[in-house]
DNA sequence: AACGCTATCAACCGCTCTCGC
DNA sequence: AGCGAGAGCGGTTGATAGCGT
């Protein structure tokens, strides 16, 4: 009930650039993290969650911001089919990408599912090329891949097959209950734990700071 | 020019996880 | 060990920009 309360009282809707300056100070003065007591002083209004939101998505620094690179959608795509819808990892291979970025762009350009829903009606000019390279991840025509793509996929390739067979090493067989390995849920907390740690320790590692000078 | 429709993305919600007591 | 508070995550919603008719 009291709760309730608060979180009436409590403001809503769209950041405005004073409350991002505000926000911006305390995060500055009461540190990355104390969400409770940020909201509390810095007299937003706004809840703990609300803030952490608007900091962690739009005022950290670093923050990259605009269309997606190819070969950053080219990434996603390849770790979504590893790690599912776990945003937050995903975001965290891209640097100065946050998941809830990660998220819409997998949800508006890649999910077919989504994009399938209905029928564009139009494509926006910017994003043609975008759309053209949809579900064609195997194939890579070759008047649309720079040489630095190809050493990213090169890379990419190599590592996720390495993962890949680690997986295999470990769990096989391959499918369980006729479903997919890697689209079973119950073993991606194995492969946050003990694979994607492995992988970008050693040999995962290397090939982490081969592809890094792309992105 | 006006309207309808779709794509986009910032923000919210509810759940789970983690940590301190 | 159990509980509560706070933080984090993924799914969903809603406002709005912009294109087609």
Known sequence: MKDKEVKTRMKRGFWKPEEDLI???CV???GEGNWATISEKSGL???GKSCRLRWKNYLRPNIKRGMMSEDEKDLIIRLHKLLGNRWS?????LPGRTDNEVKNFWNTHLNNKRSCRGKRKHVKSKEANTQSTQGKMQEYPA???SNQEVATKTVLDSW????????CSLLSP???NNMPFLEDEPFIPILDDIVLLEAFTSTGKE???EIQPFL
């Not at 990892?89 to 291979?93: H, T």
């Not at 996720?160 to 997986?167: G, K, L, T, V």
Request: proline share 0%; no cysteine.
């Open 143 to 145: 008047e649309t891949v």
């Open 23 to 25: 926000l911006k100070n």
């Open 174 to 176: 391959l499918t369980m």
């Open 207 to 209: 090939a982490w700071n």
């Open 45 to 47: 209004m706004r809840s």
């Open 28 to 30: 500055k003065t009461h």
């Open 160 to 167: 996720i097959e390495e993962m890949q067979d680690f997986n």
């Open 89 to 93: 990892l995903i975001a965290g291979r």
